[in-house]
């Protein structure tokens, strides 16, 4: 069984509910009737009798539950929450509405946020920004996390490193700058996520252009303050760094550059120095070695909420559902 049948076979063992904000996108149709089939999660889809008309004309969606944002008896609920949690910027019944209206995300984050729905996947047609901005401001970081930050779940075909090809790439998604902090707190997510999604010991490699102090440099020296950050505070991670990517993938490399490392030669879970680093390096991976990229997916996040890539198919919305049902799982 590959990597997605699993995560599809574990959403199955116990459904949960997935909030498809863009009912502007045929994709979005394409993929609930998929999902409805297969049984891998309840849907509810956000849009207006007009929208559901227009774009979702020939799908089988008879098993999701529509709601209309303009025609909701829940609404005022949502609005309510809205108001409640944004107390602080001022926002006013109005705002909430008229934002709620104007982009489903919103929408889609209060029904979780009111337990109305396990979790959200958006992204084919809205930037990652968009997507991931009314999460940050409504559902908020788990307790004791103070940055979400994304990860690619990798799976590279004929591959001899990392767990028979799977890896964690992140941060890919969310944070244009990481400091030391909040790179050592990326590594905890991601072994985390590659435990849950894989179901095997993460080995966590800091990255850097430089393994254990070849280079001298303050990028270095960020990637050499989260490790000291991340091996006092989460002890019980298997992870090591500053290496470079031969000497975190490669047994012969890490030999040389980086010998006594446990991680070294072995690692699993790829934490980039930078968001350029990240995104940049799964693309190349996903188009060079033509690995499955699944994700971005959020971490940290109080409730499971993922993007979508604008180039994305139906097939990719389907897998993501799955991951976010078995993150509304945890
Ligand atoms: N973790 C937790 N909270 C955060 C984070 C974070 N990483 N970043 C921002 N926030 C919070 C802020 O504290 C703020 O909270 P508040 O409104 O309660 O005060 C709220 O989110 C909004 O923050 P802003 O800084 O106003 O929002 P911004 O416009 O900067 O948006 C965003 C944040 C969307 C994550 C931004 O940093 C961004 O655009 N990141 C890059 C996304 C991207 O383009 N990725 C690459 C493409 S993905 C791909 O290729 C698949």
Redesign the pocket.
């Known amino acids: 069984m590959g990597f997605i049948d699993e995560i599809k076979a574990k959403a199955k063992a116990d459904k949960k509910t997935i909030v498809l904000p863009e009912s502007m996108d045929k994709r979005t149709y394409d993929a609930a009737e998929k999902i409805l089939k297969e049984e891998i999660a309840n849907i509810v889809i956000i849009g207006t009798p007009e929208e559901i008309k227009e774009y979702g004309e020939g799908y089988d969606i008879s098993g999701a539950t529509i709601v209309d944002p303009f025609n909701d008896p829940n609404k005022q609920k949502y609005i309510d929450k809205f108001v409640e949690l944004?107390a602080?910027?001022g926002v006013t019944p109005e705002q909430a509405q008229e934002q709620m209206e104007k982009d489903y995300m919103y929408y889609a984050c209060l029904m979780c946020k009111c337990g109305d729905a396990d979790g959200v996947v958006s992204?084919a047609c809205h930037?990652?920004?968009?997507?991931?901005?009314p999460a940050?401001?409504l559902l908020?970081?788990k307790p004791g996390?103070?940055?979400?930050?994304?990860f690619?779940l990798m799976e590279v075909p004929n591959c001899e490193f990392g767990e028979n090809g799977l890896f964690v790439f992140a941060?890919?998604?969310?944070?244009?700058e990481v400091n030391a902090e909040?790179m050592a707190e990326v590594a905890a997510l991601s072994a985390e996520s590659f435990s849950s999604f894989v179901g095997a010991e993460p080995k966590v490699a800091l990255l850097s252009f430089s393994t254990m102090g070849s280079a001298k440099h303050d990028n270095v020296t960020k990637v050499q303050e989260a490790v000291k950050i991340a091996k006092e505070k989460y002890p019980e991670i298997a992870l090591d760094g500053e290496l470079q990517l031969d000497a975190a993938l490669v047994p012969s490399v890490a030999e040389l550059k980086a010998p006594g490392s446990k991680v070294a030669g072995h690692a699993n879970t790829l934490v980039f120095p930078s968001?350029e680093a990240g995104?940049i390096g799964?693309?190349l991976v996903q188009r060079l070695a033509k690995a499955n990229a699944y994700?971005?997916v959020l971490q940290?996040?109080s409730m499971p909420v993922n993007?979508?890539?604008r180039g994305c198919f139906a097939d990719d919305i389907v897998g993501v559902v799955a991951m976010t049902a078995v993150q509304a799982q945890k």
């Not at 930037?127 to 901005?133: P, V």
């Not at 996390?145 to 994304?150: A, E, L, N, P």
């Open positions: 944004r602080k910027k992204g930037s990652t920004g968009n997507t991931i901005r940050l401001q908020k970081t996390i103070s940055s979400v930050s994304g690619f941060d890919c998604a969310v944070m244009p909040q968001l995104n799964y693309k994700g971005p940290g996040l993007d979508l890539s």
